[in-house]
């Protein structure tokens, strides 16, 4: 058997691959080294950070990078600068680290930090915040709570990697396993249905965002009628003006997220999807709800349900 013969014999067996190889593992401190390899591999996301890296002057400007991992996007900007405090908390990289560093002659201008990110301390201002601990809407991985902490050491006009991520979402049906509540997308075929286009949810604007929570509600209207069982999601990063990246396998793939309650609808008739989750917990916690009733009344119902308020 060929290798893609063999590939598709095992579609379905490997449906939730991705999602087991991103749950977090404590024996590994987080993401178990499968992982690393497959985000190392993607030349979709490790070129986007590259480019937006290389478009940008690093020449002796102190940076801070935080969850460094195995240096992936830290070997790309670390020759030019003055001085980098790269912080990472999983112990098991840091012999990798260390002769990674001094085999290219990197140690004396590094400063490392075996940390968690939330509760760092830098010693001086920098110039850059960089740190790739994204995943799909920001709900499992701490790349919200981690800026908002270490922005208050950013120079003012200093800049971020990455900026800005838009997230969007889709009315859906879906089929789910027992005992999986959602799952990123790792083959076509295990694409939802999809009742709707996808709308933007909203954006989160790395430089300013303070909250930790979301609560969202929108009008979204279904383009076919069907039994809507699911979200799909996806994020739109911007790293840097004109630098994007819009997800893959190996960072923040499509993900089908279960539907509260399954709902019934109907094309062309608007519903109201609410979503509501806390950034760097667990997509397991997030809630995502169709509402039928709110849209569709006529517009002379609702202005008086208004006037009634
Ligand atoms: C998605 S990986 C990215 C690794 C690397 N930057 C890359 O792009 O290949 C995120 C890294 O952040 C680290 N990490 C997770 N939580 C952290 C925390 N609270 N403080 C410091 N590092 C953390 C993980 O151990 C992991 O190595």
Redesign the pocket.
């Known amino acids: 058997m060929n290798l893609f013969s063999q590939l598709i014999a095992r579609y379905n067996q490997l449906k939730y691959a991705l999602l087991h190889s991103q749950t977090f593992d404590a024996q590994h401190?987080?993401?178990p080294p499968l992982y690393y390899e497959i985000?190392?591999s993607d030349q979709a996301r490790v070129g986007a950070f590259r480019r937006a890296f290389a478009a940008y002057d690093f020449r002796d400007k102190v940076v801070c990078e935080?969850?460094?991992?195995?240096l992936?996007?830290t070997q790309f900007y670390l020759p030019y600068v003055k001085r980098a405090y790269l912080?990472?908390?999983?112990p098991h990289?840091r012999d990798h680290i260390v002769q990674y560093l001094a085999e290219r002659g990197w140690s004396d201008k590094v400063v490392l930090l075996f940390q968690?990110?939330?509760t760092v301390e830098l010693p001086e201002p920098v110039d850059v915040l960089i740190a790739?601990?994204m995943s799909i809407f920001c709900i499992n991985e701490?790349q919200v709570p981690?800026f908002q902490h270490l922005r208050r050491f950013l120079r003012p006009g200093g800049q971020l990697f990455p900026e800005r991520i838009i997230n969007t979402i889709q009315v859906a049906r879906a089929d789910f396993e027992a005992g999986y509540a959602h799952y990123p997308i790792n083959f076509t075929r295990h694409w939802p249905e999809l009742l709707s286009l996808a709308v933007v949810a909203h954006t989160i604007d790395l430089y300013q965002i303070t909250h930790k929570t979301e609560q969202l509600n929108l009008p979204i209207t279904p383009l076919l009628t069907g039994q809507a069982n699911a979200v799909l999601l996806r994020s739109l990063i911007q790293l840097s003006e004109g630098h994007n990246f819009t997800g893959t396998d190996s960072l923040m793939p499509p993900t089908v997220c279960r539907l509260a309650e399954p709902t019934r609808v109907v094309a062309g008739k608007p519903v109201q999807l609410g979503a509501r989750f806390r950034y760097g917990t667990t997509l397991d916690g997030a809630v995502f709800t169709l509402d039928t009733h709110q849209n569709n009344a006529s517009p002379r119902k609702s202005a008086s349900r208004r006037r009634n308020k």
Request: aromatic letters at 8%; glycine letters at 12%; zero cysteines.
């Open positions: 401190y987080g993401f985000m190392e935080a969850g460094v991992g195995r992936a996007l912080i990472e908390s999983n990289l968690d990110a939330h790739e601990m701490h981690i």
